[in-house]
């Protein structure tokens, strides 16, 4: 690893790629929060998007090193059936690059993306669970509004946590 991440140059790219299917297992499983299920569920979104493309409905940003190794991802898509709302379905980044702005670099670039989709709201669900509550904080700096709680969602005890923001465009 880097002794210092900020002074790594950072690039980001849209195209998904096959190796991108075990940077975001790596990523996902590094993290800590997610069961292996929701592992799964990562690395199919992206078979999805490398079998059908933007026609899978979701779509990826990548940041990547000078080297090509991926330090954290976004996966998003647009609502079905809503005129100009999307949901992030995934943002992550390697433990190891945490804390350093990636996250903040994601986020805000697939928000101009989505704006430049034609997209206005975008939705955010994460868990009630106190392992949560850096990202939950993390949602609330970067100007999400949490817009419901649905208790006992995912399992007793662990609610989903529903944030939104309004795109300004």
Known sequence: ??????????????????????SVRRIVVETGFFNEEEILIAVELVDAHLAHGKESGYHFLFCEDEEGRVLGYTCYGPITGTQSSFDLYWIAVDPG????????????????????????????ETSSRDLYKPTQKFYFQAGY??????????APGDGKIIYVKALAG
């Not at 002794?3 to 075990?22: G, L, M």
């Not at 996250?103 to 955010?124: A, F, H, K, N, P």
């Open 145 to 154: 509004v949490n817009e419901a709680l649905l208790e006992d969602f995912y």
């Open 1 to 22: 690893m880097y002794p210092d991440t900020r002074a790594v140059k950072q690039s980001y790219r849209e195209k998904v790629i096959p190796p991108d299917r075990d």
């Open 97 to 124: 690059f945490q804390g350093r702005g990636i996250g903040r670099d994601l986020l805000l670039r697939t928000e101009e993306v989505i704006l430049s989709m034609g997209g206005s709201r975008v939705y955010i």
